[in-house]
């Protein structure tokens, strides 16, 4: 059999994902009620005061953790159950001073070396 209409390509792959189907169009006109996201704090100094780097590291490391504290407040204000914060690499002082502010504050944690994280950042739960 014979047409002198060739097949539109696309129109077969819109087909075959199901776009014309109509359980499709009332999956999508429904909004999702129940999502995850991942809630993270990154406490890199160059992101969290980038015209800031000319001060000594111990002026840093205050203004880290106050970021820290300040996130750790609104969260339990908000109702976060869990978070991710991000310590970076380096001498691991960030990371002792975080998981001290953590211990003080009772708050569980732990490493996280997985994916994409590696062992940098530390999931918190409230």
Known sequence: MEDDNPIDVNLLKRMMMGEFSSLVQDKLECKPTNYKRRIELDLHFEKLFPTKASLPSKEKLRLQLDVLN?????????????????????????????????NKKNITHSIISDPPYFGNTLKISF
Not at 73 to 79: G, I, L, R, S
């Open 70 to 102: 300040d996130f750790i407040e609104d969260a339990k204000t908000t109702n976060i159950r869990s978070a991710y914060i991000i310590v970076g690499r380096g001498k691991g002082v960030l990371l002792k001073h975080t998981i001290q502010e953590l």
